[in-house]
């Protein structure tokens, strides 16, 4: 039982680059959503699916974008990366919003210098 | 400004002790869900409860939902070094909204 796999598990971008963190889950979730956890703090939102083809902004979408052409995959695509987004990324999944459980992956450290 | 205020946001105890932190807001939430995390990996849901007063036992972990569902409590009673992370709390405002994670605790329970 795989879950929710997110790759890679680290990364080191120079500023300005770009690139994209992979997730997929194979629990037939509707709902996926990407977060990002900065040193010593809870998560926060950057944006969130309902279903394949919908997606929306969460809390700190400014930076990013995300496409869901499939229920099973849900990636997060950095276009010119600033050292504002060093953080750690997760992926979660669920069956519906604020009642389910989210499963998480297990998070890409990124590093932009 | 966090909508879940966590609190303490470190706790350092011994193996043994009892502790309890804190998850508060000025909102009312429809449920509100208990998770913990270990470095290196995502976090894992604990608990969910969603009924003001409820209160539920995982182990030596409980889990209280304030009356008028703003806030809840999580009590380790004789912690061990396993119960070592960072708990986080999230609360739903109803079924079309996402979570709102709080800051979380960092527990560290020393042998």
């Known amino acids: 039982n795989a879950g929710v796999t997110q790759t890679p598990k680290f990364r080191i971008l120079k500023i300005g680059q770009s690139m994209t963190l992979q997730c997929t889950q194979d629990?037939?979730?509707?709902?996926m959503y990407w977060y990002r956890q900065d040193p010593g703090m809870g998560l926060k939102l950057i944006y969130y699916?309902?279903?394949?083809?919908?997606?929306d902004k969460g809390e700190v979408p400014n930076g990013y974008n995300v496409s869901r052409s499939t229920t099973e995959d849900f990636p997060l695509r950095l276009e010119l990366a600033a050292p504002s987004q060093t953080s750690v990324y997760f992926c979660?999944?669920?069956?519906?919003?604020?009642?389910?459980?989210?499963?998480f992956g297990n998070g890409t450290r990124l590093t932009v210098t | 400004t966090q909508l879940l205020e966590q609190s303490p946001q470190f706790l350092s105890i011994q193996e043994g002790e009892n502790l309890t932190v804190y998850c508060n807001s000025s909102?009312?939430?429809?449920?509100l869900q208990w998770y913990r995390q270990e470095p290196g990996e995502g976090p894992v849901l604990l608990v969910t409860?969603?009924?003001?007063?409820e209160v539920k036992k995982l182990k030596r972990l409980t889990f209280q939902f304030g009356d008028a569902r703003k806030d809840s409590s999580l009590h380790i009673t004789a912690a061990q070094p396993g119960d070592t992370g960072l708990y986080l709390c999230?609360?739903?405002?109803?079924?079309?909204?996402?979570?709102?994670f709080g800051g979380g605790t960092r527990l560290m329970v020393k042998p």
């Open positions: 979660a999944s669920s069956v519906s919003p604020a009642i389910s459980p989210l499963h």
């Open positions: 629990m037939n979730h509707n709902y």
């Open positions: 699916s309902v279903g394949a083809g919908i997606t």
């Open positions: 909102s009312v939430f429809s449920s």
């Open positions: 409860v969603v009924t003001g007063g």
């Open positions: 999230a609360g739903g405002r109803n079924a079309g909204n996402m979570l709102t």
